[in-house]
């Protein structure tokens, strides 16, 4: 449950957020699913990833932050976040 309230509270290496720099200047923010001397394949969101070419990559810093954005459960009250985790306990 904190890990959905505060997804950037304590990111495992695994899924921390990479952003890289392209030779052009353009910045690509995404979890690393696959990579090879010629470029990387990026997650970049729920359902969308990006493979940048090795040669046009110029730089790479590693984020302390999630890809999950923060406030998914803003919307809901109190009752709803308690069923939610009860539902997600269940499925042990």
């Known amino acids: 449950l904190t890990t959905v309230l505060d997804p950037d509270r304590d990111v495992s290496p695994r899924y921390r957020t990479v952003r890289f720099t392209t030779d052009d200047g353009r910045t690509v923010d ?10 990387v394949l990026l ?39 308690a069923d939610l985790f009860a539902y997600l306990r269940s499925l042990r």
């Open 43 to 81: 997650q970049t969101g729920p359902d969308s990833t990006v493979r940048l070419a090795g040669p046009k990559i110029a730089g790479r810093t590693l984020l302390t932050r999630s890809l999950m954005p923060s406030g998914l459960l803003d919307p809901l009250t109190d009752r709803q976040v």
């Open 30 to 39: 995404g979890v690393v699913i696959y990579e090879a001397t010629d470029g």
